[in-house]
């Protein structure tokens, strides 16, 4: 007979929008034991396995956290409240937390009024894009700044169950409410502030009934999606406005495009060993994958640069997910000759662009290794190539574009966009110096062949200052530039072969270059003067910094606006990334550029 021994959930704290799956284990017929589904439609010897999933509601209303969504909340702000901020947002669970997230919370009224004074209504839209739709909380009278929550809080759970029947009362007031009858279930915004039940039961087929007894099991209370305050689009011009929201819903200008790149932190590295600090929860592949969906969805970019993007995550999720948001999709996934894991968890680069403003002309595929195997049979003498290839087979690719604009009505415009991501090892500075000047050389050939302005996104693992960034920023690196002191295969010299001729500049620089106005004298104060680049781009509990460019050639672009910058306030005094809000390590940039006359030549 089938039997049921033991059921459990990977976390028990089920959110908004991301899928429970169990983990059932039974006893077969035969007596052996296993985890396989054995659905109604298949079973087994005469029996199949019958789910049921619940929702207990009670008398008693919860609102949640913003901060901590885990915790109950005990007040709430009542300027939110008055400014039509989504309501989730105006929670907490105390005084304290109230507090440490004043100088982040208050950011929300600044924008909320400013929207009203600027813009109208559609603020609100802006502000909602990140969030779900319905909370589940409904507003509340209240007086003051801030309010106690009570019993009285009103959760307001919207549309009618799935399955709307009661199923049973229990002591107290609860009620259940049949919502599911598949082995998986997605908690959805009339979830809010109740528990889940989840059981399993072997059927007989035949009759019906149930065999064995009923294994369940509950969850704590389901908790919203919790969502990072939305950044806005900062004109470098130095004009204090949100950038304005085409028909589309993209915050653009006529004749401009953006371009976002972003390291979303492949799932194979996203351990609890590497991130202790983030919730077991948040760091599920389950939960990441629709944060960061919505995140960039979110910021309406016309092409996206995404790096650490596994292969049967691309394919099984971004691909079809932005194909439905209207992008087209390529992708390069990391060779894979010193890479011993499975297959699926290869990452790679992917670049997606809107097919209703481009169109793929071309697509080039570099991989660092081909390049280091010529460049050891080249130079590097036989009795060391072993050792050469040691170092330099990494894996790293580049994904490069050409796509041609469907925006600009009097003359055929091609741009060239770089995705990658050099070699993370600290130790490897001449390897991922080498992988740039690579890229570069690539692109060189290109910008030979066809007057073409370029883009080049992607994670460097490279600091402002070191090597790889002079290279790329000045187009040169200086000879007494301490990371050429790390050269054991010789592949660096002479350093004067270390050039190129792209006109190439930091699209973040322009924060320090041009304007004035109150938000570009905030964006400085988060830029290094010294490089002027990001103070950050990546943030760990053991490493803070820029890591992450978008370069652009500066004789043919120029630069309308930027992505805000975050700054560590944003992130809470008490968290790195990634965190239930952020579901990277890296943040994400992004650029809004427009194309330069060009003069004849």
């Not at 640069?305 to 948001?325: G, I, R, T, W």
């Not at 968890?345 to 071309?362: L, Q, Y």
């Not at 652009?552 to 809000?581: G, H, I, Q």
């Amino acid at each position: 007979m089938l039997s049921v021994l033991r059921v459990h959930l990977p976390s028990d704290i089920p959110i908004v929008g991301c899928e429970l799956t169990p983990y059932v284990l039974l006893r077969r017929p035969d007596g052996s034991i296993g985890t396989d589904d054995v659905p109604e439609s298949a079973p087994l010897d005469g029996f199949y396995l019958r789910y049921k999933w619940y929702r207990i509601q009670s008398d008693r209303r919860v609102a949640v956290c913003s901060i901590h969504p885990s915790e109950q909340a005990t007040l709430q702000c009542m300027g939110c409240v008055k400014a039509k901020i989504p309501v989730a947002k105006s929670y907490h669970c105390s005084p304290r937390c109230f507090s440490d997230a004043w100088q982040h919370h208050r950011v929300l009224h600044d924008r909320a009024a400013s929207a009203v004074n600027e813009n109208g209504a559609e603020e609100e839209e802006l502000f909602g894009r990140f969030n779900n739709a319905g909370s589940g909380v409904a507003n509340t009278t209240l007086s003051g700044s801030t309010s106690s929550i009570g019993q009285s809080a009103n959760l307001n759970n919207g549309s009618a169950p799935v399955y709307p029947a009661v199923i049973t009362e229990k002591n107290g007031g609860e009620t259940w409410f049949e919502v599911g009858r598949s082995k998986t279930y997605t908690p959805t915004a009339d979830d809010i502030g109740h528990v889940l039940k989840f059981e399993c039961v072997a059927v007989d087929a035949e009759s019906k009934l149930p065999v064995g007894h009923v294994s369940t099991i509950t969850t704590s209370r389901v908790i919203p999606a919790p969502s990072p305050t939305p950044r806005r689009l900062v004109p470098v011009s130095g004009v204090d406005v949100m950038g304005h929201l085409d028909s589309d819903g993209r915050i653009s200008s006529a004749g401009t495009f953006t371009v976002l790149s972003y390291n979303i932190l492949s799932d194979a590295y996203a351990t609890s060993e590497s991130y202790s600090y983030c919730p077991t929860w948040a760091l599920s592949w389950q939960y990441r994958r629709q944060n960061l969906l919505r995140e960039i969805v979110g910021y309406r970019a016309d092409i996206l640069c995404l790096q650490e993007v596994q292969s049967d995550h691309y394919e099984e999720f971004f691909a079809p997910e932005l194909d439905k948001h209207g992008y087209q999709a390529l992708y390069k996934k990391k060779t894979a000759e010193v890479y011993n894991g499975s297959p699926y968890s290869i990452d790679g680069c992917a670049t997606f662009f809107r097919r209703d403003r481009f169109s793929h002309v071309k697509k080039y595929e570099v991989e660092f290794n081909k390049a280091a195997q010529s460049l050891t049979d080249a130079v590097v003498p036989s009795a060391q190539k072993k050792t050469a290839l040691n170092r330099l087979l990494k894996d790293n690719v580049a994904l490069i574009v050409v796509l041609e604009a469907k925006f600009i009505a009097d003359k055929r415009q091609l741009f060239c966009v770089a995705n990658t991501h050099v070699n993370v090892h600290p130790d490897l500075k001449d390897v991922k110096l080498w992988q740039v000047h690579t890229l570069l050389k690539g692109l060189e050939k290109i910008a030979v062949s066809a007057d073409i302005p370029m883009i080049v996104c992607g994670d460097f693992n490279s600091i402002p200052g070191s090597a790889p960034h002079a290279l790329l920023a000045m187009g040169k690196v200086d000879p007494m530039h301490p990371d050429l002191a790390v050269d054991p295969l010789g592949i660096l010299r002479p350093a004067s072969k270390l050039t190129h001729q792209l006109p190439l500049v930091s699209a973040y620089s322009s924060f320090a270059r041009m304007g004035v106005g109150i938000a570009l004298e905030q964006q400085r104060r988060r830029m290094d003067p010294t490089t002027n680049e990001p103070l950050f781009t990546n943030c760990t509990r053991d490493f803070i910094g820029t890591l992450d460019y978008i370069f652009y050639t500066a004789d043919s672009l120029t630069v309308e606006s930027l992505l805000e910058l975050l700054d560590e306030e944003s992130l809470r005094k008490e968290t790195a990334l990634p965190s239930p809000e952020w579901s990277s390590d890296h943040i994400a940039l992004l650029a809004e550029f427009r194309c330069k006359p060009r003069t004849r030549r």
